[in-house]
């Protein structure tokens, strides 16, 4: 997703093997379910939700990576049910926030 898009939509699926990418500034806001996904497992494969992305879901979402999984600096990312973040290596940077109704994974 590029820099700064502002997508309101039900359901939102991102799912790439190398990035799997929320931009920069980027307005999200979904009334159903989130997946950001990186699919693959080499050094380069990572699910990131980058710098002042403001993600708002009313389902459940999942930030997953058989890599590297990243919530930036000063991301917002809030979510009514459940929020699942799993990968081999998890940065959630000291600045962003994690609001969601259960959370789950080994990055939470």
């Known amino acids: 997703m590029q820099p700064g898009a502002q ?11 190398r ?14 379910n989130l997946t ?12 990131i939700v980058d710098n002042g992305a403001n993600v708002t879901v009313a389902g459940n979402a999942e930030i997953v990576s058989g890599n590297k999984a990243t919530l930036n600096k000063n991301t917002t990312v809030t979510v009514s049910q459940n929020l699942h973040m799993e990968a081999v290596t998890c940065t959630v940077d000291g600045s962003a926030s994690v609001t969601a109704g259960a959370k789950s994974g080994n990055c939470l």
């Open 7 to 17: 997508v309101s939509a039900m359901d939102l699926n991102i799912s790439s093997p």
């Open 19 to 32: 990035q799997a990418i929320i931009g920069k500034n980027a307005s999200i806001a979904l009334s159903g």
């Open 36 to 47: 950001l996904e990186s699919t693959g497992n080499a050094s380069g494969s990572q699910a």
